[in-house]
């Protein structure tokens, strides 16, 4: 079973709202990533956990909050969002850093 | 810094034609190396990977990668398309640090049109 699942699987935001993206896993994986995808580009990589720890930050601006709870769960959390930031939000797990990635179906995300 | 270049940004073929996407990459030591595939609106799904041994790697849904150190590529190669195999493929390279987590490098994609 390699599944990674996303909720909400859509997400339409004000400016001026708080909202969290939420992506769990169940297979015992310890590194934990969120991507930003653009239509017709790439996925770019945003935050990596690893055991729970915030590994890497891309330079990702603070209106987007990362969260670790526990080994299986990770969240994404938005405030004062963009229209610009609207984009497809994948979320990816591997059983440890380096290994192969899986992938969640993405939320997409509409800021107005 | 590791990048990767899939040369072709959309290719069309014929329904039971054979497929090949192309992939160079660069990186300084031995590329851990993949190929996912995208159907719109969805996540990215594995399709095979590359991580040391036998460089003609089988996939999912009959696919099959072959690396070519010499060559800087990783193509990917179906010998006989299915209308279902239309979608975006994205190659990626990616570097394995114990600690930190690895960075995926993805190339911009091959978007894929089957004809019937």
């Known amino acids: 079973d390699t599944e990674v699942t996303q909720t909400p699987k859509h997400l339409v935001m004000g400016m001026t709202n708080k909202k969290s993206l939420k992506c769990e896993q169940h297979?015992?994986?310890?590194?934990m990533y969120w991507y930003k995808q653009k239509a017709k580009k790439p996925p770019e990589l945003m935050f990596v956990y690893s055991y729970e720890k915030l590994s890497i930050n891309e330079s990702v601006p603070s209106r987007f909050s990362p969260e670790c709870p526990n080994s299986s769960l990770l969240n994404l959390h938005l405030h004062a969002l963009q229209p610009e930031d609207s984009a497809l939000y994948l979320c990816?797990?591997?059983?440890?850093?380096?290994?192969?990635?899986?992938f969640g179906p993405g939320t997409r995300l509409l800021v107005l | 810094a590791q990048s990767v270049t899939q040369p072709d940004i959309h290719i069309t073929v014929s329904e039971g034609a054979s497929l090949e996407l192309r992939c160079n990459y660069s990186?300084?030591?031995?590329?851990?190396l993949f190929w996912y595939v995208q159907s719109p609106g969805q996540g990215l799904q594995l399709l095979l990977k590359y991580f040391s041994g036998d460089t003609l790697v089988q996939g999912i849904k009959g696919f099959e990668a072959e690396f070519k150190r010499s060559q800087s590529s990783f193509n990917l190669r179906k010998p006989s398309v299915h209308w279902s195999d239309a979608a975006e493929y994205f190659c990626a390279v990616g570097a394995r640090w114990e600690t930190s987590g690895s960075r995926l490098t993805f190339g911009e994609g091959t978007q894929l049109t089957v004809n019937p």
């Open positions: 990816a797990s591997s059983l440890l850093p380096g290994e192969t990635q899986y």
């Open positions: 990186y300084g030591a031995t590329p851990y």
């Open positions: 297979m015992g994986h310890r590194a």
